[in-house]
């Protein structure tokens, strides 16, 4: 398993929420 610092996490997570939410949005609209 790769150790990630937590900014690393932070970044690739608020990345794929947005990604998500988007795609919602889109789908919801």
């Known amino acids: 398993m790769v ?7 932070l970044q690739y997570i608020s990345i794929h929420l947005q990604d998500d939410a988007q795609r919602w949005w889109t789908q919801a609209s």
């Open 3 to 9: 150790k990630w610092s937590d900014e690393q996490k």
